[in-house]
C-alpha cells in the first residue's frame, strides 16, 4: 500500500477498489492509485477527492483501498479502450502514443529479457510467464480517470467502518488468533492494525481485484507514462512467479498490479513477504500466517512503534489558528494541551511526551486529530491521510472503541470538479495560487486557501467548502 517513491497510482489496489465503488468509475484504485485508492483519496481533505498523480511509497500498492468493490463481479467482459487522449495531458497518454506503444508490445517485453536474467530468472520461466501477454489498454483510461464528483471524508468513512465488517473483522481475529498471536509476538504490530487493513483493502479477501498481474504490469512498463516504475514491478512479479512464492492464477488484483488481501505490490512483496510457517513459500494470498506475518513485518520496517496508538481525536478551541494543522508542524502533546486542545471524550492522554501533528480533515467545522508517529507509518502503506485515518479508526472500532464523538460537517456540499477548477482559478487570480489549475487539490491548493481564508478573517483551515468558492467568487 516500500516505501514508495512514485506517484500514488502505485498503491495499494485495495484503495483503488473503493475508489472505484465510490467514485463510480467502473475500476480503479488501487487499485488505488494505480491502482487505485489514491487516486480515490488525492485530496479528500479539501472538501473533495479527486484523481491525480499521486506519489506513492516506492514499492506500494498504487491503488489503494479497496474494499470496496461496490459492485460484485458478474462476470461480464470489462469495456474496452476508450480510444481517447489521457486526461493527465501527458505525451505518453495521448491515443496516437498509446496505439503505437500497443503496436509495439511484444517487442517491448522481449526487450526485458536482459534485466529479467539479471534478476536470476532463468530463459524457460521468462519465456513461460510472458508467453500470449498482451496489452489491457482498458488500464490507461483508469490511470488518467478524474471523475466529476467525489465522496466527502465522512461519507468514505462511513462506508469503510461499518458494521458488516467490524463484524466480519472480530470473526477473522478469533480464527487466526495463533497467527495473530505469533505475528504480534515477533513484530511488536498491533493486531487490529494488521486485521484493520485487511478488511479496508479487501473487505476480508472478497474483493482482491482479479486482473492478471503480470498482464497488467506488463502493459503499464510499455505503455503510458509510467513505464519506469512499472517495469520494476513487472520483472518483481515474474521474480516471484520464478521463486514458486505464488502461482499465476495467485497473482490476480488490481489493475495496477497490487494483490493479495492485503494488496501488495510485487515490489513490496519483495521487500516484506515471509514465509512465517516455514513451508518454502512466502504466500500472502491464502495462507494466513504468511499474511499476517508479511503486512506485521511491513509497518515494523516503516518504523511501527510497539504500544502506540496511531492518534487521538481531539476538541480545539475557539479562535484556534489552523495555520498550525500542517503535517510539517509537530509538536508534544503537551505543548498542544498548551494551546488549548483536549482529548474527545474528556480521556487524558497516556503520553503528553509523545510528538504529533494536528490534522483538521475538515476544517474548522469538524473533528481534530492530533497524529502520531504510527498514523505515518500507515500513511507510508498508502500516501493518503483519509486511508490512515480509515485504518486507525478502523482498527480502534476492533478494538472495542467507540465511534468519533464530534459530528462532521454533512451539511457541506462537495464540490464538482468544474467547481475545484475554478476555485483555483480564482485563487491564481488573486495571488495565492501558483500552479497550474486543473480541479485535483493537494499541498498546494490548500496553503493557497489557506492565504485567502487569512486575507478575508475566516479561520485559515484549508476546506474547500462552496462558502469559500463563494466568497472567491465575490458573492
Not at 84 to 103: F, N, Q, V
Not at 359 to 369: D, N, Q, V, Y
Not at 465 to 474: A, H, P, Q, W, Y
Request: charged share 20%; aromatic share 10%.
Amino acid at each position: 500500500m516500500a516505501r514508495r517513491t512514485e506517484p500514488l497510482a502505485n498503491k495499494r489496489t485495495s484503495a483503488v477498489i473503493i475508489a472505484a465503488a465510490l467514485l463510480l468509475c467502473g475500476e480503479a484504485r488501487a487499485q488505488s492509485s494505480g491502482g487505485g485508492l489514491q487516486n480515490f483519496f488525492d485530496n479528500i481533505f479539501t472538501g473533495s477527492i479527486s484523481k491525480g498523480n499521486q506519489t506513492a511509497p516506492s514499492g506500494q500498492r498504487p491503488g489503494a483501498s479497496a474494499q470496496a468493490q461496490a459492485t460484485p463481479d458478474t462476470g461480464s467482459a470489462p469495456p474496452p479502450w476508450s480510444g481517447e487522449d489521457g486526461a493527465s495531458g501527458h505525451p505518453l497518454m495521448t491515443a496516437s502514443a498509446i496505439r503505437e506503444a500497443a503496436a509495439n508490445f511484444d517487442q517491448c517485453v522481449a526487450s526485458m529479457w536482459p534485466d529479467a536474467a539479471r534478476r536470476n530468472i532463468s530463459q524457460q520461466s521468462f519465456q513461460r510467464f510472458t508467453a500470449g501477454l498482451e496489452p489491457d489498454l482498458r488500464i490507461m483510461d483508469l490511470m488518467d480517470s478524474q471523475p466529476e464528483f467525489t465522496k466527502a471524508i465522512w461519507d468514505y468513512l462511513d462506508i469503510l467502518v461499518n458494521d458488516n465488517r467490524l463484524a466480519k473483522g472480530r470473526e477473522i481475529l478469533a480464527k487466526y488468533k495463533p497467527q495473530f498471536d505469533a505475528a504480534e509476538k515477533t513484530y511488536g504490530v498491533d493486531r487490529y492494525a494488521i486485521a484493520s487493513i485487511w478488511g479496508i483493502e479487501s473487505n476480508y479477501s472478497t474483493m482482491m481485484g482479479d486482473r492478471n498481474v503480470l498482464q497488467s504490469t506488463a502493459t503499464l512498463a510499455c505503455i503510458g507514462r509510467r513505464q519506469k516504475y512499472f517495469k520494476d514491478e513487472f520483472l518483481s512479479a515474474l521474480e516471484i512467479l520464478h521463486h514458486g512464492d505464488l502461482r499465476p492464477e495467485q497473482m490476480r488484483g488490481s489493475w495496477a498490479g497490487a494483490f493479495g488481501p492485503t494488496q501488495f505490490m510485487p515490489t513490496a512483496f519483495k521487500r516484506y513477504a515471509v514465509d512465517a510457517d516455514g513451508d518454502g513459500r512466502r504466500d500472502v494470498v491464502d495462507n494466513p500466517a504468511d499474511l499476517i506475518a508479511s503486512t506485521a513485518n511491513n509497518l515494523k520496517k516503516d518504523g511501527w512503534q510497539t504500544g502506540q496508538s496511531w492518534g487521538f481525536e481531539v476538541v480545539l478551541p475557539q479562535g484556534f489558528n489552523y495555520m498550525l494543522a500542517d503535517r510539517a508542524k509537530a509538536m508534544t502533546i503537551g505543548q498542544w494541551q498548551q494551546l488549548g486542545l483536549a482529548r474527545a471524550g474528556g480521556q487524558p492522554f497516556p503520553q503528553p511526551a509523545d510528538k504529533a501533528y494536528l490534522l483538521a480533515p475538515a476544517g474548522a467545522e469538524g473533528p481534530g486529530f492530533l497524529m502520531l508517529q504510527n498514523f505515518r507509518v500507515i500513511m507510508k502503506y498508502n500516501p493518503a491521510e483519509a486511508y490512515a485515518l480509515a485504518i486507525g479508526h478502523f482498527a480502534d472500532r476492533l478494538r472495542g472503541g467507540a465511534p468519533f464523538v464530534q459530528p462532521w460537517p454533512r451539511q457541506e456540499r462537495v464540490l464538482s470538479r468544474a467547481e475545484r477548477l475554478e476555485l483555483q482559478q480564482l485563487l491564481a487570480q488573486r495571488g495565492f495560487y501558483r500552479g497550474t489549475p486543473d480541479g485535483q487539490f493537494g499541498g498546494e491548493t490548500r496553503e493557497a486557501l489557506r492565504g485567502f481564508q487569512a486575507s478575508i478573517g475566516a479561520p485559515a483551515d484549508g476546506f474547500a467548502s462552496s462558502d469559500v468558492l463563494e466568497r472567491l467568487r465575490g458573492r
